[in-house]
């Protein structure tokens, strides 16, 4: 079945680069999400990539995939404190409007 | 401006007391989904529908109805709340096919005593 895999947190410094990983089982997923969550507010996404591209980036944000390990990265450049929130990694299937999440991964910024 | 709105924000009731969940979007989409949020557990699935008089259970579907008669309107009903049921509420909607991207409400948190 189906199941998405994620650290659960990740602490860094501001102006570092913060790496989020994530990893997934079913190899028909079709596209990939990054969702953020903000403290008391819904899910908001940040980016998505579709399962033939290796990498897209935009802005701050690399998404990386390995489709052979089936693994998913979030890479955030000059990571601010608002970027702290929770990440969560998702999966779609082709023809399929229904979304696996990650368990998400609290990002902490500090000063 | 796009959006899904849920009502309301924040829900204290008593075991047994039946409540709705309201849940509205804008932007017709045919796909709408409730999650329910819990520390360590992420995001899961409650309901789900494809459109308008079609609903399919999705992961955590017991103690929960859903009803889908308008395209933008999906409400969640608890017939009997039990404390088990406390928890952070999330809709979701999306077109169909496409990207799949899914926006969000800004959630409901429910406490039942």
């Known amino acids: 079945g189906e199941d998405v895999e994620q650290s659960l947190f990740l602490s860094v410094r501001e102006g570092d680069s913060s790496v989020i990983n994530c990893t997934y089982t079913?190899?028909?997923?079709?596209?990939l999400y990054w969702y953020k969550q903000e403290p008391g507010a819904g899910l908001q996404l940040l980016t998505y990539?579709?399962?033939?591209?290796d990498m897209k980036q935009d802005q701050r944000l690399t998404v990386l995939l390995n489709k052979k390990d089936k693994h998913l990265s979030l890479r955030i450049a000059d990571t601010q404190t608002g970027d702290s929130a929770i990440y969560f990694c998702?999966?779609?299937?082709?023809?399929?409007?229904?979304?696996?999440f990650g368990k998400g991964t609290m990002l902490l910024v500090s000063p | 401006e796009a959006q899904v709105t849920q009502n309301p924000r924040y829900l204290i009731t008593v075991t047994g007391k039946k409540l709705t969940v309201t849940c509205s979007q804008n932007?017709?989409?045919?796909?709408m989904s409730w999650y329910r949020q819990d520390p360590g557990l992420g995001l899961r699935q409650i309901y789900y529908?494809?459109?308008?008089?079609?609903?399919d259970k999705g992961d955590v579907p017991e103690g929960y109805k859903v009803s889908r008669k308008e395209k933008r309107n999906f409400p969640l009903i608890l017939e009997s709340p039990s404390p088990n049921q406390t928890s952070l509420y999330f809709c979701?909607?999306?077109?169909?096919?496409?990207?799949?991207?899914?926006?969000f409400g800004a959630g409901t948190r429910l406490s039942v005593l």
């Open positions: 979701a909607s999306s077109p169909q096919g496409g990207k799949n991207i899914q926006y």
């Open positions: 079913d190899s028909s997923s079709t596209y």
């Open positions: 990539i579709f399962s033939n591209m």
């Open positions: 998702a999966e779609s299937l082709s023809g399929y409007s229904t979304l696996t």
């Open positions: 932007m017709n989409h045919e796909y």
């Open positions: 529908s494809m459109n308008v008089e079609v609903t």
